[in-house]
Every structure is written in C-alpha cells, then in structure tokens.
C-alpha cells in the first residue's frame, strides 16, 4: 500500500535536477497500521488508541449533525407559499432530550479528558531508573551525548530500558519527535526540556524535527538506534576507540556529515549556505569586510571555532561556532579532509 502511494508520489517528489543531494531519508520499519508508524514503545499502544477513539468519535457525530441537517432541511421544506406562512403552534422544549444530549456529551468528554490526562502525566513523569541521553538541536542537526561524553549524530539505546532524553537548543527553537514511540518535546534555546521512552522492539526508527527552524528544517532528521541487550554498550566501548585509529582525512569525512557541515557545504563546488569547500584550500577569499584572506590550516580553523571572525564576501553570518564541539583531533581531521578536496 504505501510503495504504492510512493510510486504515484515519486514524480511529484523527486529532487529537481541541479539541486544538491538530499540528506538520505532514515527509513521506517514496515508498520501493520494503515496511518501510524509502527508501535515500538510502552506508551505508543495507549496514545494510538486515544488517537482512533477521537477520530471515530469525531467521524461518527459529523455523518450524524450532517444527516439530521439533510433529513431535516428535506423534512421541513416550504412546499408552497402557504404552508410557509401558517402560523402553528410547536413545543417550545423537550426536557429527556435536551438532558439526554447535554448528558451523554459531558460522560464522554469526561472520559477522554481523564484517558488524556493520564497519559499525559505518564509521559511527563520521567522514571527514577532511567538511563540520560543529552540531546542538543542545532540548525540543522541533532547531537547525542551520552554518559562517557562521546556524541554522535545518530541516538543510540538499549532496549527494554526506559531513556531519558535531556534536551536544549543552541540556537533556534527545534523540536525533536521520534514517531515510532509517540514521543516528542520542543527544544528551546537557554533551557532544558525533557522526554522519556522505553523502546520495546529493536531496530532503526527515525527522528524528526518538527518545529520550522530554517532554511534545512526538512533534512534535520536522524535514527534512533535500538541495540538488542549487550549493543549498546558495546556500541559506546567501541565508537571512541574506532575513531582514534582513522587516518585523519577519513575521519574528517565521517564528521563533514556527522557534524552537520554537509547541510551548508557542497564538496562539489555546488553553493549552499556557506561556501563550497571544493578546492577552498590554498585560495585567496575576498572578505566581507574589503580585505583578503588566505586559506590555510589556520583560516580554517579559526573559521570552524570562531566563524564570525572573517567572514567571506557574499555569504551570510549564519555559521554556528563549534568551539567545545570538536576535539582537537577532530579539527585536525576536518582541515586535513578540506585539503583532499581539490
Ligand atoms: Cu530544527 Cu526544524
């Protein structure tokens, strides 16, 4: 059914011709559900089922006003002039049916209202055991901390064990939704919010921005990643480890998309947000202030930290500072990848 709707879909979505690649969307598990993702949290069965009351309830009382409003201006018609005009006398009210439709209404709403409070207190009541995931939001990336302080651009969890997601902005509001768990909170520049979640099934789900923050607001997504029990903490040993032993312009290549570089930099002389880093390495740039700057290891770094410093003619000052993000090594691996690119 839905490569289906994305055959239909593929000429009206495909990029135009010309445009940079779009990020590669993380894809879905196959859900049994015809509107929803798949349910892969403890929380997601109870919201879905919310969800369908209030839509088959909302459903069911538009065909029935819909229906009486037709039968009735049928029943009722003026079938001529006359019978328009008599005067007669009708029932002013009708005590079991006004009680009975004020009644049954409050019952409901009464219902839904302690269903939807609830939830919303289970969503906000974070439990005492869970493991803290520090997520920061910035145009236009997600970045992952966890408790060893390594960071990555894709979360990483156990299953079976509630997550608590620790969440700010350095720049623009964001907001940061996981549908397969039913879970979002906004993430708002100078405070912390918080979620929490307990995946139930292992795999690949992905996260999503969902509050407008910019030019790339629709290619800030990620996954998160749910490790069987033992992955995840493999994972951590492992990631750290990993990185030290990379030559450094591979590892330069692995952070041009993992620190969210690619969303305002081609590498292949294409121009986005900032400028192309194809050949960028030995050239001299014209400045926003009049003067000239030679791009060496220096230029560059002090551009990654300090990016409003020398700003290159023509481009806006848009650039994040990256100073505490990247390591030392990281930044050496960043310049030494800039180089390869001629
Ligand atoms: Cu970040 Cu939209």
Not at 125 to 135: N, W
């Amino acid at each position: 059914m839905t490569s289906f709707i994305a055959s239909l879909l593929s000429p009206i979505l495909a990029a135009p011709t010309g445009t940079p690649e779009p990020t590669a969307l993380p894809k879905s598990p196959d859900s049994p559900y015809f509107w929803m993702p798949t349910r892969s949290s403890t929380v997601a069965d109870q919201i879905d089922w919310l969800f369908d009351v209030l839509v088959w309830l909302s459903v069911l009382s538009c065909i029935g006003i819909m229906g009486a409003m037709v039968y009735f201006c049928i029943k009722y018609r003026a079938k001529s002039r006359a019978a328009n005009e008599r005067v007669e006398i009708t029932p002013d009210h009708n005590t079991t049916l006004e009680i009975t439709w004020s009644f049954v209404p409050l019952v409901i709403l009464i219902a839904l209202f302690v269903w939807g409070f609830k939830g919303y207190v289970d969503l906000r009541t974070v439990p005492k055991d869970a493991m803290q995931v520090h997520v920061s939001g910035q145009k236009w990336k997600w970045n992952f901390t966890y408790s060893n302080g390594w960071s990555d651009d894709v979360l990483h969890v156990p299953v079976d064990t509630p997550v608590k997601i620790l969440l700010n902005s350095t720049d623009v509001l964001h907001s940061f939704f996981v549908p397969a768990f039913r879970v979002k909170i906004d993430a708002v520049p100078g405070r912390y919010t918080e979620l929490w979640f307990h995946a139930t099934e292992t795999g690949e789900f992905p996260i999503e921005c969902t509050e407008y923050c910019g030019t790339s607001h629709s290619d800030m997504l990620s996954k998160v990643i749910v490790h069987p029990p033992g992955g995840y903490e493999k994972y951590l040993e492992q990631a750290e480890e990993k990185e030290k032993t990379l030559p450094p312009a591979e590892l330069g290549a692995q952070l041009y998309s993992k620190k969210g570089c690619k969303q305002c930099h081609s590498i292949d002389g294409s121009r986005l947000i900032g400028p192309t880093w194809k050949g960028i390495f030995g050239k001299s740039e014209p400045l926003a202030d009049g003067s000239t700057a030679q791009v060496d290891e220096n230029y560059l770094r002090e551009s990654i930290v300090d990016p409003q410093v020398k700003l290159v003619q023509g481009y806006p000052p848009s650039m994040p500072t990256y100073k505490g993000q990247l390591k030392d090594h990281q930044l050496t691996a960043l310049i030494e990848y800039i180089k390869t690119l001629k």
